[in-house]
């Protein structure tokens, strides 16, 4: 599919996958807050809940409608990742930053030695696959960008992983395996296209109060006051937002394929 509609568009514009709640929202809000068009995307949502549309409202103003485009559509789905594509060309005419957010737990946690093989393939096409080849296409349409627009277009891809990449959690394997391989997915990614200077990053949240971690609040307080988190609290949506914005303002120029951890200090070592 290559479609690449280029129109005057003023704005940079992001694509947020997984967005319509949670970490994506925050990443969403935060930078429409930089004035930049945002694609709003969410696998069962049909509508936006007024309150999100209120929000993108008091950002954006009276022109508003004219700055945000949320499409339902499940990544994991080659004709629904082509939609978003389309859809997004059709309104913004580019893209300049990709957030690969959308991603889900397993239905059930279950031991290692009782996976089932639907689970394992439903995690891995929503958190691995559906990524992947939405950064496939992606990144083709930046290259052709790029080569229009020169020097002025500066295109990044922000990967949102876990630190379960290398955190074990045998209850939820499948979960793990597919974060893992987004960490690989992030260095093949910034490799190849370190040639076009379109930059790839991981971020890796760690514990963060989100609808994904309700169901287990209690679990995560009882190991947070036993001291699992050196910061000793819970990270929150916004603290993963702030660490995409200053990637997507050029904060971080003289890098690629890095992973930065937002997890307060869950990945350290102590003796």
């Known amino acids: 599919m290559k479609i690449y509609i280029m129109k005057s568009v003023q704005f ?12 994506g929202k925050a990443i969403a809000l935060k930078l429409a807050k930089e004035d930049i068009n945002t694609v709003i995307n969410g696998a069962k949502t049909i509508t936006l809940e007024k309150e999100y549309i209120n929000q993108l409202k008091s950002i954006y103003k ?11 559509a499940d990544i994991s789905n080659k004709d629904d990742r082509e939609k978003l594509i389309k859809l997004t060309d059709q309104k913004f005419g580019r893209i300049d930053v ?22 394992y393939e439903r995690v891995m096409k929503i958190n691995l696959q559906g990524p992947f080849f939405l950064t496939q296409e992606v990144a083709n349409w930046m290259i052709e960008l790029q080569k229009m627009m020169g020097k002025e277009y500066n295109p990044v891809i922000i990967n949102i992983g876990s630190v379960s990449s290398f955190a ?11 974060k893992a391989g987004m960490s690989m997915m992030t260095k093949l990614y910034a490799n190849r296209l370190s040639m076009f200077t ?18 287990v609040k209690d ?4 190991m947070i006051e036993m001291g699992i ?13 702030e660490v995409v914005l200053s990637i997507v303002k050029g904060g971080i120029p003289y890098s690629t394929g890095d992973t930065i951890r937002v997890d307060g200090g869950f990945h350290l070592h102590k003796l």
């Open 62 to 72: 009276d022109d508003f409608k004219n700055r945000y485009l949320f499409v339902q």
């Open 229 to 241: 988190i050196p910061m000793n609290r819970w990270g929150f949506p916004n603290d993963v937002a």
């Open 168 to 178: 074990v959690s045998s209850n939820r394997a499948e979960y793990c395996i597919s």
């Open 12 to 23: 940079k514009v992001a694509l947020i996958t997984g967005s319509t709640h949670g970490i």
């Open 198 to 215: 379109i930059p790839v990053f991981e971020i890796q949240p760690g514990i963060i109060f989100t609808p994904m971690t309700e169901h």
């Open 219 to 222: 679990k995560y307080d009882k």
């Open 98 to 119: 990709l957030v690969n957010n959308a991603g889900v737990a397993p239905l059930d946690r279950k031991d290692i030695l009782e996976t089932t093989e639907q689970s």
